[in-house]
């Protein structure tokens, strides 16, 4: 009884945070829509000068958009980050929506190029993966260690859904005379730079929980889930398997497999901990 009212609310809580991204996100992009004229790369605009902090918002053409059947919302921190040299720093990137999105972080030159290479291999997961697509959110972060001139630029956090492309952009600044000598560690604990707080897929279908760490030692990886007793290892089920990359996969999902999932990054200095939501949907295809 008590795991299943623990399952309600965290249910409710999740859906929640989702439709709360949901609302204006389809007044957002409707703007963008072009008919569907060749199958060309089409943009809104080009990128112009990198140097430049911008959104680059742009949608791929299609001949039909359902209000509220895909949408993603994207935050970032953008603006000027002003780092002294040898400091570590995080950068936090976040995007929710239908279908479920997935970030890239990008630097130097030709971006729109990077950018086509990206979205291309995205949709093409997209294209195959299932009729209905999942529904969800990820949180990226980009990671600098020790800061130096290397890291002076812009840097773009790249979101896709679907057809939709949108690109936040900060500019990292280097403060050449706030030396900190010395203060740069070769050893660091655990940061988990890539999860998905919350996903809701089709009973039946496959999902993959990412999970990247960051760290030196280099972390290891596992996975818990969590109970009305607490956190405990996943059972053997021939159904679920750990990627080497350090990401869950769960084929055809049941029911019973909606929880809370815990990505737990562990080195000899130390670990850190992210959880995944798992809501699974009943289809609506007859």
């Known amino acids: 009884m008590q795991l299943q009212l623990r399952k309600s609310l965290t249910t409710v809580i999740a859906l929640s945070l989702l439709a709360q991204s949901t609302v204006g996100n389809y007044i ?7 008919p569907e004229e060749s199958n060309e790369d089409i943009y809104d605009s080009d990128f112009g000068d990198t ?3 911008a959104d680059y918002p742009f949608v791929l053409p299609s001949t039909k958009l359902e209000k509220n059947k895909e949408w993603m919302n994207v935050t970032m921190s953008q603006g000027l980050h002003l780092l ?3 400091q570590s720093y995080e950068l936090k990137c976040e995007a929710a929506g239908k279908p479920a999105p997935e970030i890239y972080w990008i630097r130097g030159v030709e971006i729109k190029k990077q950018v086509n290479k990206l979205r291309h291999s995205t949709r093409t997961y997209y294209s195959c993966n299932r009729q209905e697509p999942d529904m969800a959110k990820v949180e990226s972060k980009y990671i600098i260690n020790c800061a130096s001139d290397t890291n002076a630029g812009p840097i773009h956090c790249v979101a896709i859904s679907g057809r939709f492309v ?3 952009s900060a500019i990292i600044k280097i403060d050449g005379s706030s030396l900190r000598e010395g203060s ?3 050893q660091q604990s655990p940061i988990i730079t890539k999860f998905r707080p919350t996903l809701l897929s089709v009973q039946g279908s496959t999902i993959i929980l990412p999970c990247d760490a960051w760290g030196n030692p280099r972390p290891q990886i596992f996975w818990q889930i969590r109970g009305d007793t607490g956190a405990t290892d996943l059972e053997n089920d021939s159904r679920i398997k750990l990627l080497k990359d350090g990401g869950l996969l769960i084929k055809s999902l049941q029911w019973n497999d909606l929880g809370e999932y815990i990505c737990i990054a562990n080195s000899s200095l130390g670990e850190d901990r992210a ?3 798992v809501y699974p949907l009943q ?4």
Do not use: P
């Not at 957002?28 to 072009?34: G, K, Q, T």
């Open 84 to 86: 002294m040299r040898g």
């Open 275 to 277: 959880m995944t939501f």
């Open 166 to 168: 949108e690109i936040k």
């Open 51 to 53: 140097n430049l902090i």
């Open 283 to 286: 289809s609506s295809i007859q």
């Open 184 to 186: 740069c560690n070769i």
């Open 28 to 34: 957002n992009f409707a703007d963008s829509l072009r």
